[in-house]
């Protein structure tokens, strides 16, 4: 199933092998049918949040946001590619951590590559850097991405918890990437022509940073009245998909095609499949690899059995698979894992999905991404942000507790 969401084969959706697959797993017997049920009514909530994202992150898209901030990483440049390398990864850490890895992926992008066509920068170390950070940028807040959505309730955390617990290692991991970045593609950032003609400066849409700055509040609030954040999410997109709808940018049809349906009943027939897996025999060959306790090696140890596995399984079955069995260690080991499988996706094209769809959008521009590139400069990054971000989870459990 996994091989058939890397290849998608005729740009069929993921679903087409995800459904039967959870089918044939209650078929033959290795999930019960009210177990499967369980297990999609209990991922219903964070799909819900998912679809809502995707759509805000599309309506902000609409609406210029991207383009807006392309302009700006364009412009503050001023001829030199480190300076745009800063603001791509300034940009590509906000972007990710309120609207997800896969605004980063799939809307960043394609204008980061415009933006360095424009400014006259090789492309590479920027575009690198959306799926690098698409995956390292995603520890900052439960809603970052799917795998942390995932863990967000077995944490016992609140929002705010959450968020100032993994602060500290969003920056640690953040800023050891940076300077990796600046040292492994030296020759690139070297190098710039004549930037293009500067075309018409795009406006700022005030308004949707706004509505995302409230949506972000949002996320807070509910959180700490026991709800789920999709109820925020949900709210940010019906005010920007009303606003769209009335000023007739978007369709109902557009509207529903943004949360990637599809997709989203992939992620539930994957938890079916997972859930046989782990329950036949994979749960029990990975608690053998667990240690216990909170304690720093033994939360090394954690992010570490979580890396190899996101890089062996993609990091959405690893979150499903490790979280039920270490939730009762306590919040330290479940941020552990999603260290783990955060950051350890940088490693190989099919630790995550995001990376998978960045892939596909460079062949979209006949941009084939080198995969010695891509695995030499995972070597350089994974293991140094994996050990420092989980020495800074350690410091910042010692310190504020969790």
Excluded at 240 to 250: D, E, K
Excluded at 373 to 397: E, K
Aim: hydrophobic share 60%; proline share 5%.
């Amino acid at each position: 199933m996994l091989a058939f969401a890397v290849a998608r084969p005729w740009r069929l959706p993921e679903a087409v092998a995800a459904v039967p697959a959870a089918g044939l797993v209650v078929a033959v017997g290795a999930v019960s049918l009210s177990e499967a049920w369980a297990q999609v009514r209990e991922l219903l909530p964070v799909v819900g949040f998912l679809a809502a994202v995707l759509v805000l992150a599309q309506l902000c898209d609409d609406e210029g946001l991207f383009t807006a901030a392309g302009d700006l990483m364009s412009r503050t440049c001023r001829g030199r590619p480190e300076r745009l390398l800063t603001g791509v990864f300034v940009v590509a850490a906000l972007v990710t951590a309120v609207l997800s890895l896969d605004a980063t992926v799939l809307l960043l992008t394609p204008v980061v590559f415009a933006t360095a066509a424009r400014a006259g920068a090789r492309p590479r170390p920027h575009v690198y850097a959306c799926t690098h950070l698409a995956n390292s940028a995603s520890l900052l807040l439960p809603v970052s991405n799917l795998t942390n959505l995932l863990a967000f309730r077995a944490s016992g955390l609140s929002f705010g918890r959450f968020a100032a617990l993994m602060a500290l290692p969003w920056l640690v991991a953040i800023g050891i990437e940076y300077v990796i970045f600046r040292r492994f593609f030296r020759a690139d950032l070297a190098a710039w022509a004549t930037p293009a003609e500067a075309a018409r400066r795009p406006r700022i849409p005030v308004f949707t940073l706004v509505v995302l700055g409230c949506t972000l509040a949002g996320f807070a609030l509910v959180s700490l009245a026991g709800q789920n954040p999709a109820w925020a999410a949900l709210a940010g997109a019906l005010v920007l998909s009303v606003r769209a709808l009335a000023r007739r940018r978007t369709t109902v049809r557009g509207i529903a095609g943004a949360a990637s349906p599809l997709f989203c009943v992939f992620v539930l027939a994957l938890g079916v499949v997972v859930k046989a897996v782990v329950d036949n025999g994979l749960g029990r060959a990975v608690g053998r690899l667990l240690p216990h306790g909170s304690g720093l090696l033994a939360l090394l140890a954690v992010a570490a059995v979580a890396a190899v596995l996101a890089n062996l399984i993609n990091n959405l079955p690893a979150v499903l698979a490790l979280v039920p069995l270490v939730s009762a260690g306590g919040a330290g080991p479940v941020l552990a894992t999603l260290i783990g499988v955060n950051l350890g996706p940088n490693l190989t094209y099919v630790g995550s999905l995001a990376t998978l769809l960045w892939r596909r959008v460079l062949h979209e521009r006949d941009e084939e991404p080198a995969l010695g590139d891509f695995t030499r400069l995972g070597l350089a990054t994974v293991p140094a942000t994996l050990i420092a971000a989980t020495v800074a989870l350690w410091a910042m459990l010692a310190v504020i507790g969790g």
